[in-house]
């Protein structure tokens, strides 16, 4: 099993700043894409930025040139830096990582439990 461990939510005044941080533990052979996923009430989860193997990165056009993505390979974490915040980025904010616990299974996907961010305006 894989646990993911969130951390760095909370709330912030529009314009603010906040990280939040996904820690990926167990039984991991090796890791594919980590990224972060929202979801605000009373709309669908939605695709915030993820970051592959290889250190390329996505982005939502919402968010392009305010969060940045980062990982700790070593670490097994992944990080987001939000900057500029807007209300409209209010949401609970989910980690999501495709893990390969051994050299001969197929990736599977976690998802952590969840961290909310609220900005205000």
């Known amino acids: 099993q894989v646990q993911l461990v969130e951390s760095g939510g909370g709330s912030v005044q529009a314009g603010g700043s906040l990280r939040l941080s996904c820690a990926a533990s167990?039984?991991?052979?090796?890791?594919?894409?980590m990224g972060w996923y929202r979801q605000a009430p009373g709309k669908q989860r939605e695709l915030v930025a993820h970051?592959?193997?290889?250190?390329?990165?996505n982005y939502a056009d919402s968010v392009k040139g305010r969060f940045t993505i980062s990982r700790d390979y070593a670490k097994n974490t992944v990080y987001l830096q939000m900057n500029s915040l807007k209300p409209e980025d209010t949401a609970v904010y989910h980690c999501?990582?495709?893990?390969?616990?051994?050299?001969?299974?197929?990736?599977?996907?976690?998802w952590g439990q969840g961290t909310q961010v609220t900005v205000s305006s």
């Open positions: 167990g039984y991991i052979f090796s890791i594919n894409a």
């Open positions: 970051i592959i193997s290889d250190g390329s990165t």
């Open positions: 999501n990582t495709q893990v390969r616990p051994d050299w001969k299974s197929e990736f599977i996907d976690y």
